[in-house]
């Protein structure tokens, strides 16, 4: 009887904690609060570029502190081609790396 009882308690949580009200609009607008509100932040990720017929893609890495300081580092992961954009105070950087492949 015990485990009859326990069971149904724990089916009923289960049904009535899957019934939340949290849906997309509040998941994206409490995202945007923790960006805006964050005083540094870093993200990796892949960016595909296409044009026309073909397509290139980099791996991406950006860095960011308060006061729009920031760094992004863009790596061709074909040629290994490397560009990286820097702000700071003092204006904005670009710095172009092309790596040499001996053959």
Same mark, same amino acid.
């Given at each position: ?30 995202? %945007?609060?923790?960006?805006?509100? %964050?005083?540094?932040?870093?993200? =990796? ?7 026309? =017929? ?8 950006? %860095? ?8 992004? =580092? ?7 081609? =490397? ?21």
């Amino acid at each position: 009887m015990k485990r009859k009882l326990l069971f149904l308690l724990l089916g009923g949580l289960f049904i009535l904690g899957g019934c939340g009200t949290v849906g997309e609009k509040d998941v994206i607008k409490d995202f %945007s609060k923790k960006v805006n509100d %964050s005083k540094a932040y870093y993200i =990796e990720g892949t960016l595909e570029i296409v044009n026309n =017929e073909d397509v290139y893609t980099y791996a991406v890495k950006v %860095s960011y502190a308060q006061k729009d300081n920031y760094k992004v =580092e863009l790596n061709n992961t074909v040629n290994n081609h =490397e560009q990286i954009i820097l702000r700071n105070s003092d204006g904005v950087y670009v710095q172009t790396h092309k790596s040499t492949q001996l053959l």
